[in-house]
């Protein structure tokens, strides 16, 4: 975090993102023993960002397609790992492919080829466990993570354990189902109740 801030704002920035990222809260273990993924998708993340500042290095230098290519590679690695640590990456992936499209000085044609290759690297590597997913629990899920178990327990009913309730289903395509309905009341029944 500080490197990229140093980078793109200079020292005083950089010393300003440190502390933040130093003193932010971050629950690496719940006490129900999961492990959550938060600080390794941050990491992943903040790594992509690097890669995309040392991406517009490159055009900058006017590098060849090889070094280009060779870079558009790392960042989309670095996308499909965050993917793999936690699935709301997946739209940030659109975000970086932005960056990439638009960087500055960078012709539309060559913006828009290294944006589709950026995108197409993250999803290669985080296919293979999505059909992984498919093929042995009949859900297209991207994620190696509990994302469906944080929806099922932060948003469960008033008065009812969400993380009782998540034991109590046992496959992952019976769980996905269920986190979509609960995602589904929380969106669309409780605010009602709650007005009422």
């Known amino acids: 975090v500080m490197l990229l801030a140093r980078r793109r704002f200079g020292p005083r920035a950089a010393r300003w993102a440190g502390w933040i990222a130093a003193l932010y809260p971050q629950s690496i273990l719940l006490a129900s023993g999961l492990v959550?993924?938060?600080?390794?998708?941050?990491?992943?993340?903040?790594?992509?960002?690097?890669a995309l500042d040392a991406l517009h290095?490159?055009?900058?230098?006017?590098?060849?397609?090889?070094r280009l290519a060779g870079?558009?590679?790392?960042?989309?690695?670095?996308l499909g790992v965050g993917i793999l640590t936690k699935e709301i990456l997946l739209p940030v992936t659109a975000v970086f492919a932005g960056g990439v499209l638009l960087g500055p000085g960078t012709p539309r044609a060559r913006g828009a080829l290294?944006?589709?290759?950026?995108?197409?690297?993250?999803?290669?590597?985080?296919?293979?466990?999505a059909l992984h997913n498919?093929?042995?629990?009949?859900?297209m899920v991207w994620s190696g993570t509990f994302s469906d178990y944080s929806l099922a327990a932060d948003n469960a009913p008033?008065?009812?354990?969400?993380?009782?309730?998540?034991?109590?289903?046992?496959?992952?395509?019976?769980?996905?189902?269920?986190?979509?309905?609960?995602?589904?009341?929380?969106?669309?029944e409780y605010p009602s109740v709650t007005a009422e």
């Open 57 to 66: 290095r490159r055009l900058d230098e006017r590098a060849g397609a090889v």
């Open 158 to 188: 008033p008065g009812v354990n969400g993380a009782r309730m998540w034991r109590k289903w046992t496959t992952i395509a019976e769980r996905h189902e269920k986190a979509r309905g609960v995602f589904r009341d929380a969106l669309l």
């Open 36 to 50: 959550l993924t938060e600080g390794p998708a941050a990491f992943a993340s903040v790594l992509a960002l690097l």
């Open 134 to 139: 498919k093929r042995e629990h009949g859900v």
């Open 114 to 129: 290294l944006a589709a290759g950026t995108t197409a690297v993250a999803f290669l590597v985080a296919l293979p466990w």
């Open 71 to 78: 870079q558009v590679a790392i960042v989309g690695a670095l």
